[in-house]
């Protein structure tokens, strides 16, 4: 048993292995995009990965990244305002703008990885807490990872307090539909 970097020889097995992991998600990828994937890197996912600023007076205030990824979902990355423009609405302005962007690519779910003292800030977005990343870039600073939805959830998704009151409705009227089989019966 070997463990070694993929060869061409291996790329046809290691493609169709992908793509049986792949749909068995719900993803439906074509071989060559696998091939291409396998051989170009993961950066075959990301279809767009654009930076934007906000200027007045020609001047830069701040700026963002959106690296929008193959499966409908985009990062926010990079985002800085100067320290003399903070508290003046300027992150809120872009990421206001990062979502309707977003939202014009077909991204269902944007995330970013972000320092503790910014969550309110994206909270305040409309982002929720998704996890923790614990020493994550160096040793001692530790990330929070921020997501917002940016789709109704997809129909195959089951909403479960609607499905359970679609139960108890079901057994209500199978109840019922006993209740007068039974005194039919009894006629």
Same mark, same amino acid.
């Given at each position: ?11 046809q097995?290691a493609?169709?292995?992908l ?23 993961h ?29 409908g979902?985009a ?7 100067? !320290? =003399?423009? *903070?508290?003046?609405? &300027?992150? $809120? /302005? @872009?990421? %206001? ?8 690519n ?36 530790h990330?929070i ?7 109704? !959830? =997809?129909? *195959?998704q089951?909403? &479960?307090? $609607? /499905? @359970?009151? %679609?139960?108890?409705?079901l ?16 006629r």
């Amino acid at each position: 048993m070997e463990i070694k970097k993929i060869e061409s020889e291996d790329l046809q097995v290691a493609a169709n292995l992908l793509r049986i992991y792949w749909k068995e998600r719900g993803g439906n990828y074509s071989q060559d995009f696998t091939l291409k994937y396998l051989t170009e890197g993961h950066k075959t996912e990301i279809i767009k990965d654009q930076f934007f600023v906000i200027k007045e007076n020609n001047k830069v205030m701040g700026t963002v990244a959106l690296i929008i990824f193959e499966a409908g979902v985009a990062e926010i990355r990079d985002l800085v305002v100067k !320290k =003399e423009c *903070r508290r003046k609405g &300027l992150g $809120k /302005k @872009l990421i %206001d703008y990062l979502i309707e962007f977003a939202k014009h690519n077909n991204v269902r779910k944007i995330y970013c990885l972000t320092l503790q003292p910014y969550r309110s800030f994206y909270e305040k977005c409309g982002f929720e807490l998704e996890g923790f990343l614990k020493n994550h870039y160096r040793e001692g600073e530790h990330l929070i990872i921020m997501s917002r939805y940016l789709k109704e !959830k =997809e129909a *195959r998704q089951v909403d &479960l307090k $609607k /499905k @359970l009151e %679609d139960e108890q409705q079901l057994q209500k009227i199978e109840s019922e539909t006993t209740e007068r089989l039974m005194k039919l019966r009894l006629r």
